[in-house]
């Protein structure tokens, strides 16, 4: 878990924080180490699932995405509604 940090090391550490802190200080630094690093993980997997969710919602989005029709599907009536739309889009409306 701690890569290539042994006991060894921890025990220097350790000894070095014990000195440097006192031994009253070593709880509270302990306990605030201990909310620290749980915090990091809540908010790691809370980004992680709202990722995950995101891309989910991507994906469905993309499979659901409305099929456009071309002109040759139009009614006469929605071909000319869709000429007007592109004129007036343009400023060419007369």
């Known amino acids: 878990m701690l890569g290539s940090i042994g006991m060894p090391e921890l025990l220097v550490i350790f000894v070095i924080a014990l000195v440097v802190f006192g031994p009253r200080r070593m709880p509270e630094l302990g306990r605030a180490l201990g ?26 989005q993309k499979d659901s995405a409305p099929v456009v029709a071309s002109d040759a599907t139009l009614t006469p009536l929605q071909s000319e509604f869709s000429d007007q739309l592109s004129k007036s889009a343009s400023g060419h409306l007369g």
């Open 35 to 60: 909310r620290t690093i749980a915090e990091f993980k809540r908010a790691t997997s809370e980004l992680q699932s709202t990722l995950e969710r995101e891309i989910d919602l991507d994906a469905k």
